[in-house]
């Protein structure tokens, strides 16, 4: 029975990160009555949790011990109590609570955790997010964030030591090397699924992307526009022209051409005003 509630407790652990939805979990109003309770585990604070799971998930556990999944739809419930308070210890202060091998319930309870997984299997056929850098903090974000949806997330990347190739939300890891003829060929080895996604989060891979739109575009749904509308982007003063032509606030830019024009760049600033 202790395994069977080690395992359901690492289950609860799993679905609570394959059930980030935007939708709430519907209230089971008799989840006494429709759940099965596998196990309670109490805490010295004297909280105590009822653990219950849905009866699909024990059945499906009973016909394969070795199940990695639990169905769609599985629910869990914790239902958090406070233990009935009998005294404090005459010492230290601490609550002293009533015991019966567990924990005494108290008259009601604290909260009711709910946990639902609704995503399907990352082993499943559709669409994947190829996530191009993953060493900044920018692409660990995003594989995060694509994990926790139950996106299956491939990362492609350069350096070996990079830090987003530990995230448990990876399904698959393509290391490349700085050519663009390599890179290329390692994405088009990757199975082809209608709207699988590429992801270039850092320069590097943007300027691999972006001149190779037309023939990316033939396999996967491009996150960047083409080499012509990106290119002057990427470019700091064509940028800042771009911007400033649109009418878009902008601070001043200044491109002396020698030592003389910024010289005199230098002597116009009012630096007094940013002080």
Excluded at 40 to 48: A, E, I, P, Q
Excluded at 152 to 167: C, I, M, T, W
Aim: aromatic letters at 6%; one cysteine or more; a positive charge.
């Amino acid at each position: 029975m202790w395994a069977l509630a080690g395992f359901l407790v690492a289950g609860v652990l799993i679905g609570q990160g394959l059930a980030q939805s935007p939708s709430a979990v519907p209230f089971p109003r008799d989840y006494k009555g429709s759940l099965v309770k596998y196990a309670v585990v109490d805490r010295s604070d004297g909280l105590s949790r009822d653990l219950y799971v849905s009866r699909d998930a024990l059945d499906a556990v009973k016909r394969d011990p070795r199940l990695k999944e639990f169905p769609i739809g599985t629910l869990f419930a914790l239902d958090v109590h406070g233990a009935r308070l009998v005294g404090r210890d005459r010492k230290s202060g601490a609550p002293v609570f009533a015991v019966r091998l567990l924990l005494t319930p108290g008259p009601s309870s604290v909260r009711l955790s709910l946990m639902m997984r609704v995503h399907g299997s990352f082993a499943e056929p559709g669409p994947r997010a190829l996530v191009l850098g993953v060493e900044h903090p920018r692409g660990v974000a995003v594989v995060r964030s694509l994990g926790r949806r139950g996106i299956r997330v491939v990362g492609v990347e350069r350096d070996p030591n990079a830090r987003g190739l530990g995230s448990r939300y990876l399904q698959q890891i393509v290391m490349v090397g700085d050519g663009d003829a390599g890179t290329l060929a390692a994405l088009e080895a990757q199975p082809a699924a209608p709207g699988d996604l590429l992801i270039p989060t850092n320069d590097h891979f943007l300027s691999l992307v972006s001149p190779h739109w037309t023939r990316l575009a033939r396999r996967f749904t491009l996150t960047v526009p083409p080499r012509d509308v990106l290119e002057p982007l990427m470019d700091k003063p064509s940028c800042y022209w771009l911007a400033w032509e649109a009418g878009l606030r902008t601070p001043r830019a200044i491109v002396p051409g020698d030592a003389d024009g910024l010289g005199a760049a230098v002597a116009a600033l009012d630096l007094g005003r940013q002080r």
